[in-house]
């Protein structure tokens, strides 16, 4: 991390918030006291809000004091000191326009009443986890050309909820680096990770250009492979969600290099919804098996293999829920969906996995539960033609969708927006795929693969 930054001299104003012990910081310092850089001078401000760790923070950052040095321990919020900076009220404290910024900062969610989210808010600053609030104060309070390296979750990359920290940081400054590490299990042993962690640098006010990729498998660093790509790869100019992508190879998928693969959902005449059904709020209607009176519950568990399983009688979840005024409104008719489980385990070889109901399974049953960990492609809350559902669960099965939608989406969940916002074949195709899996009976996932890519090149 104390390498991404490019050589600089004159004086240095370094933030480091959520200094911990100040390991970052110091291996600046290391490299500044090697010849790293050529400033005359580093003045220090390490903000930790754990005063039992000052004291080991002051001697991790005292071994480099010199009289070009000057280091301030800060045991205050962070959040709450930088949001009044940058607020800049009458009774703010202000805090230097910082040319340098090395950033681990923590992990956690913050609450919309919180008073976090207020302070932030003031300073014009809307979001959800404390890593982006870090991030967004260090770009606001970072000078003109000021560099920041932060070590961050890849959650931020999609989604609507950090919408507008991506339109924030965006507008202030300029990304130059993204490092990916490919492996959440062996960068982060130490902890339960269940999403990717990337590096980045970005900076204030800087002008736009390439963006650099690096990935390795982990945090020895080394297998580093390096690309470079035009930052249009990275944010597409067209949407307006402001994702940002971090290709793993310097060639494009086969998604992006189609022409045929850009149609919406909405083109398409097709909804994506979230399974209605939280089971913990209909617990009393759950049923372990069917029985008169009773319809259908499918859960993640009940796709296996592309197709329906249904009921399991060795399960710990319910196989059906009562049909009664009460959960009526949660239900959907009988008929062929796709369904995508919104949740994968830890290194699943594929993060999008694709299922079609099969409705005969369930005989006359009129009505389906569909249980909040899956994801439903339906027509206006009705089944969709069975070519059309096949041809689509089909599609989203190849490795070029997994590939592609791995470089927006970092962690283990497959959201209903992220499929919203995906480019899909034209429906005739989908339905031709989808008519050519019915003839064939079940083809074999190479041959998916080649059918998909003639009928999309």
């Not at 071994?63 to 919020?77: C, M, P, T, V």
């Not at 609030?133 to 989604?159: D, E, K, M, T, W």
Request: charged content about 20%; overall charge neutral.
């Amino acid at each position: 991390m104390a390498d991404l930054f490019p050589p600089a001299n004159g004086i240095c104003r370094l933030l480091d918030a959520g200094a911990g012990i100040g390991s970052l910081a110091a291996a600046f310092l290391e490299r500044w006291v090697s010849g790293g850089f050529g400033f005359q001078r580093v003045e220090v401000d390490a903000f930790e809000v754990d005063d039992s760790l000052h004291r080991q923070l002051a001697k991790t950052l005292g071994d480099y004091k010199n009289d070009a040095l000057s280091i301030a321990i800060h045991g205050e919020d962070f959040i709450h000191a930088a949001s009044d900076a940058v607020f800049n009220g009458w009774f703010s404290k202000t805090l230097p326009r910082y040319t340098h910024a090395i950033l681990n900062p923590p992990y956690r969610k913050i609450g919309s009443n919180s008073a976090h989210r207020l302070a932030l808010r003031r300073a014009g600053i809307e979001t959800v986890n404390m890593y982006s609030a870090f991030v967004a104060l260090a770009v606001a309070q970072a000078a003109p050309g000021g560099q920041i390296v932060a070590i961050i979750p890849r959650s931020f990359c999609n989604g609507p909820y950090y919408r507008p920290f991506r339109e924030f940081v965006l507008e202030r400054a300029s990304i130059h680096h993204i490092h990916l590490f490919g492996s959440r299990s062996k960068a982060f042993k130490d902890d339960d990770v269940l999403q990717e962690n990337i590096i980045i640098r970005l900076e204030r006010n800087g002008q736009q250009g390439p963006v650099t990729i690096t990935t390795s498998t982990d945090g020895s660093f080394s297998d580093l492979t390096t690309c470079e790509h035009p930052f249009e790869r990275i944010v597409l100019p067209c949407d307006h969600e402001r994702f940002v992508h971090v290709p793993a190879t310097s060639e494009q998928s086969i998604i992006e290099q189609s022409k045929a693969i850009h149609y919406t959902l909405t083109d398409l005449g097709i909804k994506v919804s979230t399974g209605p059904v939280v089971d913990f709020r209909l617990k009393k209607y759950l049923r372990d098996m069917p029985r008169p009176g009773t319809v259908p519950l499918l859960y993640p568990g009940h796709f296996t293999g592309g197709t329906t399983k249904w009921p399991i009688e060795e399960t710990r979840k319910p196989n059906a829920i009562e049909l009664n005024t009460e959960t009526e409104k949660w239900l959907y008719p009988n008929g062929f969906y796709c369904v995508v489980r919104r949740f994968s385990a830890k290194e699943e070889k594929r993060r999008v996995m694709a299922s079609v109901v099969e409705p005969a399974l369930f005989g006359s049953l009129p009505l389906l539960g569909f249980e909040n960990h899956l994801n439903l492609f339906h027509e206006n809350r009705r089944g969709l033609p069975e070519a059309l559902a096949r041809g689509m669960a089909a599609f989203l099965n190849t490795t070029a969708v997994d590939e592609h939608f791995r470089c927006f989406n970092g962690h283990t969940q497959v959201n209903a927006t992220d499929l919203r916002l995906m480019k899909y074949p034209s429906r005739q195709i989908l339905i031709q795929l989808g008519e050519w899996i019915m003839r064939q009976g079940v083809p074999s996932q190479g041959q998916v693969e080649a059918k998909v890519g003639a009928l999309t090149a």
